[in-house]
């Protein structure tokens, strides 16, 4: 029996984490994720929500409460936008180094200065390299789906993870939500088994400072330097694409409902052109699509979901029929190009592919960008291709530039 | 003496064999700090001379479970311990953050004022050596005037140390107080208190560091003493608002009869560079801050 | 046989003594006491006991005979400076009988 309801994405990111029994929420307001703490608030205030609600003074205590509630064994839930995920920088790096499964929605924002409070990715983009895996959803059913899935994964490999939705697009949107009952969520997501100890019971000094080289324990035993110990972070991250796939299809098993592990693809069988981007954006490129091949032009869409660990099998998989590619970022690699390009270019290194890639830097604090308007830039690029252009620079759409 | 002494917890929470400087005055003073608190008790530290006492991986020679954290981190951490063990039901664990006066006075001061405001359970240690000792006896604002320091190496440290024990009472807490491991008995004694009340608790202690501040390792219980003696130092405690001097403290407060600044700031090799003004300025900061304590203990 | 790998996956560090090696070598003075003077001793029962009490590393023994666990102490000589009757003195450490 499904229970249909029409709610935001901040909505949804609430419930997802009320379904999952979090037992530690510690959150700062930020637009657009404000609605999400104030939410978390009520249900913790009136009871619905048994847990510890931290009302911090700021992100990087926030993210540090996470911490150190998760290392001593609690489920935890943050969220955060732009600045305020700029601000927990560090402790995105501690979480990650310390392995421990928190679970955050990064409510994309465009960052300052100057202000916008408007949506982008370059808050999440930015977050990149500090070892947590970043997750991109589509859609508000997605959100709800992809938290629940988020608790499983982490709690599976042992690393945090960002679900990523965009802000205002997403966040403050109505759409209609099938919501899991709660007794599944519960089936589906055992209760969080901690790897750290930090116990009087078992005196352990946690995160302490390591020798670049190794060093033997009191019993002999050679234990890591810090190299070794950050190997263990990137192989975790890496075996996590197969967690990833896994988690998904489970879930698609038990609720209906599969998202695509790494990736997901729209009509890319017969597609000549691909169009690809992650979030709201590549959502807005299927309506795209659609009025692409009306006019008789083959396009698909391929939308990264996992970004961090990268899809490298599944997009060699997905754009190997490719004869031309159009790349939709919310965000830049300042100095160089969209990130997820630069990241496609290198995982087709040494392929088939060869496909010419055209990189478009699109809506950047909140401008529109629409699916008309993506729907022209690929044709404009796919005209490019079939004149020989190969290389073409980064287009930032909808912007005076020059 | 003996008497006072055999109250104390004979059982040791720190191994020898620490990384710690010869005759570190944190060491002393941590040490009574952990008997006192006993077995049943987290702590959580930032970067500071702490994590270098509490050990390289993969040893520890410290029997009490830690978690390390970011600098400006502590007292959220501390907040995050106790929020997770509510959670899981286990409350009868003391929380202990504990920071330099750099990871105090500097960096952690707006994780600590958020967890003192929302009144979270747990014991916030500061140990004040007046400087960042683990990075190279850099100036903090807990520095004395007057004293030279890396980052300070010609002119000395112009401004006077910043008075943190006051922005801690504007918390209103149910417990503030502070200690010198030249004391132990009354360190130890404010600790065993701390551990029983409720709510954020904090304990300022002052550490005398012989590398920091150019003094011989022998001579750290003396120069703990002379902190008090002259009043640079002052031991009290204040229990929901009652403020009470305790020990050495109180007896000069009784007496009336400090020792000049001079006899402690001659002794240290900081202060060498110290001019006349800048000793008239210390005294006459001292006496007010004194006069400031006397006057809230007759209130 | 094949060396045991580290099965943390973070760093949690284990209780051991001599974290930092034996910090007996780092001291050039080295404590000795003079049972003829040390109260405990003198009054055949416990007393004093001051270095116990201010050995910021903890390794004093206190007994009606204080020893010193010289594997470890620093050689501060915090112990001898408080030492009330003097009955500690810090005594260069040669070297070359070791
Ligand atoms: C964000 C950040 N900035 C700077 C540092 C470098 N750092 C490590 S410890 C320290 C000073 C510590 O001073 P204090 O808290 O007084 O402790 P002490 O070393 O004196 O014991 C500094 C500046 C750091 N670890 N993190
Ligand atoms: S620098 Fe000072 S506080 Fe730090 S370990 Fe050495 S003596 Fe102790
Ligand atoms: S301080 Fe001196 S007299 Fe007292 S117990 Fe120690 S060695 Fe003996
Ligand atoms: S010299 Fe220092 S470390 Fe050694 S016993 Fe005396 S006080 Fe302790
Ligand atoms: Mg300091």
Known sequence: MSNVQIITGNQAAALAAKLCS???????????????????????????????????????????????????????????????????????????????PIVMCCVNRGVGAPWTIFNDQQDSLAQRDTGWIQLYCRNNQEIIDTVIQAYRIAESVYCPVMVCYDGFVLSHTMMPVDIPDAAGV????????????????????????????????????????????????????????????????????????????????YRTDDADLILAGMGSIASEATVAADRLREEGIKAGVVGIRSYRPFPKADVRNAFRNAKGIAIFEKSISYGYEGGLCSDLKAAFYGTAIKAPIHNYIAGLGGRDVKARELAAAAKNSLAGFEKGMVEPQTTWLNTTTG | ??????????????????????????????????????????????????????????????????????????????????????ALNKTDTTVMAVAGDGGTFDMGIQALSGAAERGTDFIYLCYDNEGYMNTGTQRSS??????????????????????????????????????????????????????????????????????????????????????????????????????????????????????????????QGRFRKMNIEQLNQQQAWVDGKWQEYIRRAEA | MEERKDDNISAMGTVAIGEAGKTGDWRSLRPVIDRKKCIPTVKNKPACFLCWLYCPEGVVKAGIEVEIDLEYCKGCGICAEECPPRAISMIREDKSHE
């Open chain 1, 186 to 265: 519960r089936a589906f997501l055992p209760p969080y088994q901690p790897h750290t100890i930090l116990s009087p019971d078992d005196p352990r000094n946690l995160n302490p400072v390591l020798f670049p080289g190794q060093r033997r324990d009191s019993e002999g035993v050679l234990r890591d330097g810090y190299m070794d110990m950050r190997y263990k972070l990137q192989a975790a991250l890496e075996k996590a694409s197969e967690t990833i796939r896994a988690v998904n299809a489970a879930f698609a098993e038990a609720f209906g409902r599969d998202h695509g592990g790494m990736l997901w693809e």
């Open chain 2, 1 to 86: 003496m003996p008497e006072n002494l055999f109250k104390l917890n004979a059982k040791e929470y720190i191994l020898p064999g620490t990384r710690a400087c010869q005759g570190c005055g944190l060491s002393l003073g941590y040490r009574y700090a952990l008997k006192a608190l006993r077995e049943n008790t987290i702590v959580t530290l930032p970067a500071c001379c702490l994590c270098v006492l509490h050990g390289i991986y993969p040893s520890t020679p410290v029997m009490i479970p830690c978690l390390n954290n970011s600098f400006a981190s502590t007292a959220a951490s501390a907040a995050g311990i106790v929020a997770g063990l509510q």
């Open chain 1, 22 to 100: 979090v037992e530690v929420v510690a959150a700062y307001p930020i637009t657009p994720q404000s609605q999400l703490s104030e939410i978390l608030s009520s249900y913790v205030e009136s009871g619905e929500l048994k847990a510890e609600y931290v009302r911090v003074e700021g992100e990087h205590s926030a993210l540090t409460v996470c911490i150190s509630a998760s290392t001593v064994g609690a489920r935890v839930f943050t969220a955060t936008s732009a600045n305020g995920l700029l601000y927990m920088h560090e402790q995105l790096h501690w979480a990650a180094g310390s392995r421990l």
């Open chain 2, 142 to 267: 807990a520095t004395p005037m007057g004293a030279v320091t890396t980052t300070t190496p010609i002119l000395t440290k112009q401004q006077h140390k910043k008075d943190f024990i006051k922005i801690m009472d504007a918390h209103d807490l149910p417990y503030l107080a502070t200690v010198s491991p030249s004391y132990p008995i009354d360190l130890y004694e404010k600790f065993v208190k701390a551990k029983k009340i409720k709510g954020t608790r904090y304990i300022h202690m002052y550490v005398p560091c012989p590398p920091g501040w150019g003094f011989a390792t022998k001579d750290t219980i003396k120069t703990g003493k002379l902190a008090v003696e002259t009043g640079v130092v002052v031991l009290f405690e204040i229990e929901n608002g009652k403020f009470r001097f305790t020990g050495r403290s109180k007896t000069l407060a009784e007496r009336g009869n400090r020792l000049p600044v001079i006899n402690y700031l001659e002794k």
